[in-house]
């Protein structure tokens, strides 16, 4: 006999202590047929294994720089929760990721997420597992892994965290910003899909003074819960900026709108010796950040450094270029609109002119 067998029991078990290995792999087995949809060249493999597998070779690529990203989002996931709508988190988790690849010039090829909860719900999981494939497919990459962790006692009831790592690449020489970048070039917004994953611990406060509730109608959102409305997910820019990239459209920086907003992102991607000159003016502002304003009574300087008032993109463009950049980009269903010009640093990397329509 042997030592194991002789071992005490005193009944327990891991499934007693909370962690439930079966669903954990009820939840595997749920998910293959999103993450088989995934698939592209250089990622073929199953989940699964120990790991994930990418061929940059059969992607394509002779001699890349591999740039890599991971980010959450947020209290976001707060609003999921509490209304129990988990279908396009996923794809928030993605936006996030992605988006931060192809403002470095770089094509995104796989995608790994880590979900961690109390208590494994498979039909939970699988519903933000979904959105995170769905996310994937429109960003182009290969979900090609994950981590589930359940973890009782570190999350209660329904709450479950998530986090995302991406990994892209450019041919060496392509990366983004380019060095020929300088004072005249203009500024091209993409439209955002409304507050994206920023800011969220705010949103929730001026929720709370509003004294509304996730399902009473969202005051400025016709036909649609207050809850639906924030949760609307990030856009993901990945395709038409490859595209525009490719096409040699003169694109020589990008910026990412993110927590911070204009006043902390832009000047992420500007040398030293430049600054944006912005129209606040020329900026169709979506009309959740005007009820987020007036509700919390936030000055439109808070505005502009907490959220993306509109913009989820900006692009520095040769001025030659930045019309047919508006045109190509509105053929692939973006909203774009010219809304400033690179300067000369003064004072500040970022200034305004004008007022944003709240």
Same mark, same amino acid.
């Given at each position: 006999?042997?030592?194991?067998?002789?071992?005490?029991?005193?009944?327990?078990?891991?499934?007693?202590?909370?962690?439930?290995?079966?669903?954990? +792999?009820?939840?595997?087995? *749920?998910?293959?047929?999103?993450?088989?949809?995934?698939?592209?060249?250089?990622?073929?493999?199953?989940?699964?294994?120990?790991?994930?597998?990418?061929?940059?070779?059969?992607?394509?690529?002779?001699?890349?720089?591999?740039?890599?990203? +991971?980010?959450?989002?947020?209290?976001?996931?707060?609003?999921?929760?509490?209304?129990?709508?988990?279908?396009?988190?996923?794809?928030?988790?993605?936006?996030?990721?992605?988006?931060?690849?192809?403002?470095?010039?770089?094509?995104?090829?796989?995608?790994?997420?880590?979900?961690?909860?109390?208590?494994?719900?498979? *039909?939970?999981?699988?519903?933000?597992?979904?959105?995170?494939?769905?996310?994937?497919?429109?960003?182009?990459?290969?979900?090609?892994?994950?981590?589930?962790?359940?973890?009782?006692?570190?999350?209660? =009831?329904?709450?479950?965290?998530?986090?995302g790592f991406a990994v892209g690449a450019a041919e060496r020489g392509t990366l983004l910003p380019r060095p020929d970048i300088a004072a005249g070039d203009a500024l091209v917004a993409i439209a955002s899909s409304?507050?994206?994953?920023?800011?969220?611990?705010?949103?929730?406060?001026?929720?709370?003074?509003?004294?509304?509730?996730?399902?009473?109608?969202?005051?400025?959102?016709?036909?649609?819960?207050?809850?639906?409305?924030?949760?609307?997910?990030?856009?993901?820019?990945?395709?038409?900026?490859?595209?525009?990239?490719?096409?040699? @459209? =003169?694109?020589? *920086?990008?910026?990412?709108?993110?927590?911070?907003?204009?006043?902390? +992102?832009?000047?992420?991607?500007?040398?030293?010796?430049?600054?944006?000159?912005?129209?606040?003016?020329?900026?169709?502002?979506?009309?959740?950040?005007?009820?987020?304003?007036?509700?919390?009574?936030?000055?439109?300087?808070?505005?502009?450094?907490?959220? +993306?008032?509109?913009? =989820?993109?900006?692009?520095?463009?040769?001025?030659?270029?930045?019309?047919? @950049?508006?045109?190509?980009?509105?053929?692939?269903?973006?909203?774009?609109?010219?809304?400033?010009? @690179?300067?000369?640093?003064?004072?500040?990397?970022?200034?305004?002119?004008?007022?944003?329509?709240?």
């Amino acid at each position: 006999m042997s030592d194991a067998q002789n071992l005490p029991s005193n009944g327990l078990s891991y499934k007693q202590a909370g962690v439930d290995i079966d669903a954990g +792999n009820a939840l595997v087995d *749920a998910i293959k047929p999103a993450v088989r949809s995934t698939r592209r060249p250089g990622a073929d493999g199953e989940i699964g294994g120990f790991g994930g597998l990418f061929d940059l070779r059969a992607a394509g690529f002779r001699d890349p720089v591999l740039v890599a990203a +991971n980010d959450g989002v947020g209290t976001k996931l707060r609003i999921a929760i509490e209304t129990g709508r988990h279908e396009t988190i996923g794809q928030d988790l993605v936006a996030m990721c992605v988006n931060d690849l192809i403002v470095q010039g770089a094509e995104p090829l796989f995608f790994l997420d880590y979900f961690a909860t109390g208590k494994l719900d498979v *039909a939970q999981g699988k519903a933000i597992v979904e959105g995170i494939a769905h996310g994937c497919r429109l960003a182009g990459c290969a979900l090609i892994g994950g981590e589930t962790a359940e973890m009782p006692g570190m999350y209660h =009831g329904g709450d479950y965290d998530l986090a995302g790592f991406a990994v892209g690449a450019a041919e060496r020489g392509t990366l983004l910003p380019r060095p020929d970048i300088a004072a005249g070039d203009a500024l091209v917004a993409i439209a955002s899909s409304g507050i994206h994953s920023n800011g969220y611990s705010l949103v929730r406060r001026i929720v709370e003074l509003s004294g509304l509730g996730w399902e009473a109608p969202a005051p400025f959102a016709a036909d649609q819960s207050l809850g639906e409305a924030l949760l609307e997910p990030t856009r993901i820019y990945v395709q038409p900026l490859l595209e525009a990239l490719r096409a040699g @459209l =003169g694109i020589k *920086a990008l910026a990412h709108i993110t927590g911070g907003g204009f006043i902390d +992102n832009i000047p992420r991607v500007l040398p030293d010796n430049l600054a944006a000159d912005i129209d606040l003016g020329a900026i169709a502002v979506p009309t959740v950040f005007g009820w987020l304003a007036r509700t919390g009574g936030l000055s439109e300087r808070e505005m502009l450094r907490t959220f +993306n008032c509109g913009v =989820g993109m900006l692009v520095a463009v040769a001025p030659e270029d930045a019309e047919k @950049l508006v045109d190509r980009l509105a053929d692939a269903g973006e909203k774009a609109a010219i809304v400033g010009v @690179l300067t000369e640093r003064g004072d500040e990397p970022v200034s305004f002119r004008g007022r944003l329509a709240l």
